[in-house]
């Protein structure tokens, strides 16, 4: 059979299932309503008559109260039953008042409270029969068009996030070739191998000239010299390299005095420092020249680079959505097949989908 033909049949089970559970109604409905009549006439009786004379007076106050006490509680939770569903939702609490009398109310008026007590024994076994009648007759709503309508309506949810997807992938990865074209039309690779090159240099310049220097840093101390270059040299020995001219001139003066080692560093200095100054300042200007045009490469980038960014993070919201309906989509096809074998044990007949 196949899934709407048995759909169908099964509708028209439940149509007829539906039929009968209201005449279970109605004709338990009907005898409710003359049990509660029966009751409510008991407990009236019971509220009317006296308490024999020769009670003690504590316990015919005991009992005045405990009789009220118990025919109000058990006259208002019978008043608000207005069919066999009403009574279902009531059932404990008359319980209680059906066990929770007082021992003198009982001693005393013993054959009214027994025969209360058995109509509601009644109704409770009323409801039993009701309730079993209703499951055997009923027919579960199995939802499966519901389901199936769900379903169509993710998968087509599924199929359109794909699609949304895949295309800011495709963005995503034109945006990565126009930042590495970028990088390459400005010959951004280029400029920092230079960059590398160029700082190695001037690191390897600099150290070679302070290394020369600091040799004189002691010699100058001994000397006790008072001039500022002098004792800012004994501190800092890159004083050479800021401030070439005065350090050259200082030099020559404490050059005369100055034996072996030391001399010849002196001489070295002499020689070759203006020079290395020189040159180390023109790298420097040319350092800074190809830092700031690398950091025009990188600005112009940074945009591309923040669009790019932007992308992945939509792209990832968009694959949490998508593992979420695909999760539900999962627990709906299993909810789907629990149905269709409920409905083919209810029909007796294996269902093609």
């Known amino acids: 059979m196949r899934l709407e033909q048995a759909l169908d049949e099964y509708d028209k089970r439940r149509t007829k299932a539906a039929k009968e559970a ?37 316990i015919r106050k005991i009992v005045t109260a405990e009789r009220k006490s118990y025919v109000t509680s058990l006259r208002n939770a019978l008043e608000s039953i207005g069919d066999m569903d009403d009574l279902g939702k009531r059932l404990p609490d008359l319980a ?36 079993n009648e209703l499951v055997e007759k ?15 309506t993710l998968r087509r949810s599924i199929e359109e996030l794909t699609d949304e997807i895949r295309a800011l992938q495709e963005k ?16 951004l690779e280029e400029l920092e191998t230079e960059i590398k090159s160029l700082s190695a240099r001037i690191r390897s310049e600099e150290t070679e000239v302070r290394s020369k220097a600091s040799k004189l840093q002691k010699p100058v ?8 270059i002098a004792q800012e040299f004994v501190r800092d020995s890159s004083v050479a390299l800021r401030k070439p001219e005065e350090f050259i001139s200082l030099v020559k003066r404490i050059h005369p005095g100055l034996e072996g080692k030391y001399r010849k560093t002196a001489e070295w200095l002499i020689d070759n420092l203006e020079e290395r100054a020189r040159r180390i300042e023109e790298e420097r200007g040319r350092l800074m020249e190809l830092e700031g045009r690398r950091d025009e490469v990188l600005t112009g980038a940074r945009g591309m680079e923040k669009e790019l960014w932007e992308l992945q993070r939509l792209i990832e919201e968009r694959e949490a959505e998508l593992k979420k309906l695909r999760s539900k989509l999962e627990h709906l096809e299993r909810e789907l097949d629990g149905a269709i074998s409920r409905l083919e044990a209810a029909l007796g007949e294996s269902i093609e989908r």
């Open 22 to 58: 209201e005449k279970i109604r109605k004709k338990y409905n009907k005898r409710l309503e003359k049990k509660l009549r029966e009751v409510l006439k008991r407990i009236d009786s019971l509220e009317r008559k006296d308490i024999p004379k020769n009670v003690d007076d504590n």
């Open 96 to 131: 209680k008042l059906h066990v929770g009398h007082g021992r003198y109310l009982i001693i005393l008026f013993e054959k009214d409270v027994y025969a209360i007590n058995r109509l509601l024994k009644e109704l409770n076994e009323d409801y039993v029969k009701y309730y």
């Open 172 to 187: 995503a990865k034109k945006k990565r070739a126009e930042i590495e074209e970028s990088r390459r039309l400005h010959g």
């Open 138 to 152: 009923g027919l579960e709503d199995l939802r499966i068009r519901e389901i199936l309508s769900e379903e169509k």
């Open 221 to 228: 101390k001994r000397l006790r010299l008072h001039e500022a």
